[in-house]
């Protein structure tokens, strides 16, 4: 893969290339390899490589930006090119700031070597280990193994220059009954491909397939909820955006305060709710720049139940002589929040006791696996639907009785967030629409479950 | 894996954007795909066969994307309006290459497209198909398909590329500036999106196509807020995306639609609130199309009903058992359709080379055919593929997605206004909104974009705050009727999600007015 010296090397002949007076190229050359199974057996597997690099020219406030994965000198000097013509055309950003000067990084520690290389001899055991549990209980196990190598490196006519090796791998599978009656699921995302448990991924989807058999139909209604930590993590993350300063101030997030200004400072979480981004944190690092290319560092969102800061991105923080922040996507003339997409840091702090304490201190209450499905109904509030799924069950004096059927929930993460009562253990989780975070599994009141789903 | 040495390869010697240019081009109106890109394609063929692959076939893939776009917003502090602009163009070129060795899929792909290095993937294509196969329990098995030596592109007038930005960002900051010409809309944006893709395929059983996909999408967008109220409301406008030259651009319309929507988004604003229960429901084309992609186009993908999306994407309430029987009312005829003029979905070929066509999923209430690729049509002892294979790029492997699907339109007789009649209490939608469905595809969540009371048979003023939910067969079933072909109209969806790692699929479902009885209508934020 292209190393730090090849890099800049391409950026330089980029830039070189350059006649205006701004010009940013980010560089991203990506590995792939993964293999997917249905039906116990594999169905796909694939080694994909790739490579981009994106021009963006500016000049008298006028910008343009070109893609091009031809990296021959011809194809980069005409893709520098045409993003001066598109600016030259463009009419002025009247919130555009000038360049970004060099920066000092800091070191990530998120690549691994082996994870980086991995082939199908280091990948098709673990799919084996999962289809030979299955198939002991006769089940029918699909699932993806995936790993990824991925190289960014960004620089700009300033002399800035930064490089970001990293890898990533995951695991996930869903366990069925062959006629369809029961679906069991579990996941782990990973830097490291060693630490990949496909043994344990089995047996819990496998059991989870088993106890989920025959679900009976509970009312709809408000439920106290036992979160598992994926679950928690497809709404949680969803609160990203909302921190946007620039949104917030504007009157169009949760933390807008009414009539004008905003709830920082505010407490509306109890005191055990921390959300917080920290790109040095070994179970998910991320970027070392922000969407700005300013350093990231770690940053408290939400901190004992207080508001503690918002997202001001170069342009929002210039408006309102406020310092960036270290943790914001950035970039998105202050509409960003602090979700860096997929690969950012976010951190729910966890609690003391195991996921057996939390439904140990449910009186009656329901066992949520993960969601489905997610998507926002209403911007402001963060209301948002989707669907329980791959096991759910019924909790009576702290002790798992039933297996129920699917629910939908209307539900904002504020509100879950407000009602929660205790938290467990917080681990790295991927949900199944690519969101990543650390999260605990959680105890929450009052969650509203409004339909049946008929699904399995 | 690409080494260090292929990427400086790729960067000193191989002149790929002209080559690109170059081996796509070709004389007006040639029916053949360019010899170069044959003698590329045969490169893969050769290497598959002696590595002993019983099928091999390799697509060439050039992508281009041009998006610009337009917002208009207020200065923090002066409250005048900033017009803030973006333009962007991006390429990417590059082969992806499949193989069957013992019966098992390989699939591998580069950025890097020289002889030596399709042979090279090709190699690793095979080496992956044969590591595969020692957890394969049954051999891959291909439907027969003809062998076609073509070229196809979509029709069009004038190549979008071609035409100068300045004009693009013309009819953007007009249709935006429109927008925002009420001051209580608090934020104007309008964009558009062009996409070509120029594809060569080649097989190992004779096939040779070259074919050019042109896309068009424009978007219209206007917010208003109330701080004292503490809410925000918006209103688009999404002309339908369509396979098509510039030509099609004027029908946007996009100056008539900014005047409609910058008034409708302040009337949003104020609306009042939905009371929550059953209604019947009147749904516009521009929203039944996303129902008629989450509740009829998916569950009828047979990769889903038979477990081979089990882990992400899901399975299906319609599975194998229910063909031949009810699942819709008799009103509701839906073809799946890759052919259909200035539809996403529509190509001359899929990616397993196979002709595409129409064909009946459901027919008057009865569900008929499920959407299939070669590899899929025995499954279901069809003989030959619907056609519904593709990849999202050079780079990912081709499997099952959803052709263009529409609903019939009902008798000529029936109008938009005889459905609104009937209705006593009732709600007209327009627009997407918020949309959730569940991995089985029975229980369902909609909102929209705008949504109109209408009591006492007559259309009333706006409300606020509406979805709608239900379970998929109940839902099909109390659809009573459908305004006539003068109402049908399609739209285009554009990032169809499916597969893992997910790919993204564009297509187009069409339908006219469509009115639906006794629906459970919810009370959102």
Known sequence: ?????????????????????????????????YTRFANNGITTASLNLRHNVAIVATREGRTGATGVNDLDDA???????????????????????????PQKYPAMSDYDERTAMARAPEMIPHVKTVIAAAIQRKQVAAGLIERSHRVTAVANKTGLFGYHDASDSQMTTTIRMPDGSSSGWAGQPSMRLADIDSARLAATASEKCLRWRNPQRLDPGNY??????????????????????????EGRTFLSKRGGGTLLGEKLFPDF????????????????????????????????????????????????????????????????????????????????????????????????????????????????????????????????????????????PVRLLKNTQRLGPAVRVRGLEGGMMVAPALVATDFPLPSISDAV | ??????????????????????????????????????????????????????????????????????????????????????????SSFGFGVRVIVDGAWGFAASPVVTPAEIARITGEAAVIARANASIQPKPVVLAPVKAYRDRWQTPHDKDPFAIPMAEKLDLLRSAAEDVKKNPRVFGGAAGLSLRSEDKYFASSEGSSIQQLILQIYGNLDATAVDREKGISRSRSYEPTQASAGWEYVPEMNLGENAARIREEVVEHLSAPAVKPGKKDLLLM???????????????????????????????????????????????????????????????????????????????????????????????????????????????TVPFQRMPNVWLKAGPRETTLESLIAGIDDGILIDGTGNYSIDQQRYNFQFGGDAFWEIKGGKKRGMISRVAYQGRTPDFWQACDGTAGPPYWRQFGLTGDAKGEPTQINSISHGCAPTRFRQINVLLTD
């Open chain 1, 1 to 33: 893969m292209l190393t730090r010296d090849e890099a800049q090397k391409l950026a330089q002949k980029v830039l070189g290339f350059s006649t205006f007076p701004e010009c940013q190229v980010t560089i991203t050359a990506s590995e792939q390899a």
């Open chain 1, 75 to 101: 194809s980069l000097a005409a893709a520098v090119k045409k993003a001066e013509e598109l600016a030259a055309i463009s009419p002025p950003d009247p919130e555009r700031l000038p360049a970004v000067s």
């Open chain 1, 224 to 249: 106290t909820v036992v979160l598992e930590p994926t679950a928690a993590g497809d709404l949680v993350r969803l609160m990203a955006n909302a921190f946007s300063a620039r949104n917030t101030e």
């Open chain 1, 273 to 412: 709710v921390t959300l917080r981004s920290d790109p040095f944190d070994p179970r998910q690092p991320s970027s070392p720049w922000t969407g700005d290319l300013l350093p990231t560092s770690a940053i408290a969102w939400i901190d004992k139940g207080v508001v503690a800061n918002l997202v001001y991105d170069r342009y929002w923080a210039a408006k309102t002589g406020k310092q960036p922040t270290p943790g914001g996507a950035g970039g998105g003339r202050g509409g960003g929040g602090f979700g860096f997409g997929g690969g950012g840091s976010l951190i729910m702090e966890g609690g003391e006791g195991t996921l057996d304490d939390l439904i140990a201190s449910v009186d009656r209450g329901l066992l949520i696996t993960h969601f489905w499905y997610i998507r926002g109904v209403n911007p402001q509030t963060l209301q948002q639907t989707g669907l329980t799924r791959d096991g759910v069950f019924l909790i009576e004096k702290g002790k798992i009785t039933t297996p129920v059927m699917n629910f939908r929930f209307l539900e904002s």
């Open chain 2, 1 to 90: 894996m690409l080494t260090r040495r292929d990427f400086l390869t790729a960067s000193a010697a191989t002149a790929s954007a002209a080559l690109a240019r170059n081996l796509f081009a070709a004389p007006k109106d040639s029916k053949t795909p360019s010899a170069d890109l044959e003698k590329l394609g045969d490169v893969a063929l050769r290497e598959a066969k002696k590595r002993k692959a019983s099928y091999c076939d390799i697509r060439i893939v050039r992508l281009r994307d041009q998006r610009i776009g337009l917002r208009l917003s207020p200065e923090r502090g002066t409250g005048k309006t900033l017009a803030v602009p973006s333009v962007s163009e991006d």
């Open chain 2, 285 to 395: 084309p521009s929203h039944l199309c996303l129902t008629i992609h989450e509740s009829v186009a998916h569950p009828t993908e047979l990769d889903r009903a038979l477990g081979y999306e089990a882990n992400y994407a899901g399975t299906s309430y319609i599975t194998p058992d229910k063909i031949g029987k009810r699942i819709a009312s008799e009103h509701c005829t839906f073809i799946g359709d890759r052919t259909s003029p200035r539809a996403l979905g529509t190509v001359g070929y899929d990616d397993d080379g196979v002709k595409t066509s129409q064909f009946t999923i459901i027919g008057e209430g009865i569900f008929r055919n499920y959407q299939t690729t070669r590899e899929q049509a025995h499954l279901v002892g069809d003989k030959e593929s619907h056609g519904c294979c593709q990849a999202d790029s050079w780079a």
